[in-house]
């Protein structure tokens, strides 16, 4: 399959190595800074291979290439537009989370992929952690039984430096705050292991300190589930002096389980009722990783290639991204409105919440 990269920033490394190792055919890399793209091409031997076109506007990039792929790893908000150019030039799109800024974007990106028969990926790679895949075995097979309540702490260090990296980040049109950028993959997982379907949100966020930023550095929400669970996140860039956890905790009345590590790889407690002897290669099972993002780009990458090949849907959906972003959003709402926020969001963007610090 014929791919390219739009966007060749912090992320970017993880994508490339992905199509490397599904051996896609990398026809371009496309960034407004030519430096970028060769820095990335230079990181991963490819920056003497002429056959990979270099490109500062996507729009010519769509234009002139025959496409099957396309990942979109630019600042968040541009996600959404570059997405509904690509749908409707009938090319497959991976998406780096969030998928889009505002619900109304990512309701169009479904409808609009749906209408064009065109595969969208968001980019929640850590559903394929192996940690996380036991985790949703357990879950698939009845062993909670019942749910009573889940948490996802994202407990993160993000300094000035971070944020000088690029003017867009921490700014509510092109970024979010914490929740958005940091723990939208911990909310992703919380949500989608407590039965995805949400009644209401009640959320705060503060900026503590990050006050050179407009958006929030700590975000903490209650989540009321359809089947009758509670859930819990809290989210930060406010740890000292560096990145502690991100923790995913599920309580059913026959089980209990507790993911950790830094991004959800480690799995530090597993406890079910009917235990089996397979349960011990379970307990205190660690995924290696060299950083937050963990391994799950070059999965997630095949899962798309496969549902391609063979005309299904992704693992990790449109509908997926959508619903990580609303509850974002619906934390965000309920911030600005000081009152409990009832799901599904029709209309809310992240610019909603400009001048609340």
């Known amino acids: 399959m014929k791919y390219a ?15 490397v190792n599904n051996e896609l055919e990398i026809v371009a890399v496309c960034d407004v800074l030519p430096m970028k793209m060769e820095e990335l091409l230079g ?17 010519a990039m769509i234009r002139d290439l025959d496409l099957d792929l396309v990942s979109i790893a630019t600042e968040s908000g541009k996600h959404a537009e570059i997405a509904l150019e690509l749908i409707d030039a009938g090319i497959n799109v991976i998406i780096e989370k969030p998928m889009a800024m505002n ?67 921490g700014t509510w049109a092109e970024d979010g705050g914490c929740l958005m950028n940091q723990c939208i993959h911990g909310i992703d997982l919380l949500r989608w292991m407590m039965g995805d379907e949400v009644e209401e949100v009640y959320g705060q966020t503060r900026q503590q300190f990050h006050d050179y930023l407009e958006a929030e550095d700590v975000g903490m929400a209650v989540v ?22 991100e923790t ?22 597993w406890d079910f009722r009917d235990e089996t002897e397979e349960d011990q290669k379970n307990k205190g099972l660690e995924e290696q990783t060299s950083n937050v993002y963990g391994n799950g780009h070059t ?13 299904r849907k992704p693992y990790v959906d449109a509908v997926a991204g959508r619903n990580a972003l609303e509850m974002v959003l619906a ?8 009152r409990p926020v009832k799901l599904p969001l029709t209309d809310f963007a992240s610019t909603d919440m400009e001048g609340t610090f």
């Open 43 to 59: 990181k991963h031997g490819l920056a003497n291979d002429m056959t990979i076109k270099r490109y500062t506007d996507y729009h």
């Open 331 to 338: 934390v965000y709402k309920s911030q600005k409105e000081g």
């Open 103 to 169: 619900m109304k974007d990512a309701e169009e990106i479904i409808r609009r992929s749906e209408e064009k028969g065109v595969k969208v990926s968001a980019c929640h790679q850590n559903r394929f952690n192996v940690a996380v895949q036991e985790v949703r075995k357990a879950l698939e097979s009845g062993r909670f039984g019942k749910l009573s309540h889940g948490s996802i702490n994202v407990r993160w260090n993000r300094n000035h430096g971070y944020y000088d990296q690029a003017k867009w980040r």
């Open 299 to 311: 999965s997630l990458f095949a899962d798309v290639i496969d549902a391609i090949e063979n005309d």
């Open 224 to 245: 009321k589930f359809k089947n009758g669970a509670i859930g819990t996140i809290e989210g930060t860039t406010n740890v000292y002096p560096q990145n502690l956890e």
């Open 5 to 19: 990269l739009i966007g060749c920033g912090r992320i970017s490394t993880n994508h490339i190595t992905a199509a």
């Open 248 to 269: 995913l905790y599920l309580f059913g009345e026959n089980g209990t389980v507790k993911l950790g590590g830094k991004s959800t790889n480690t799995i530090d407690v």
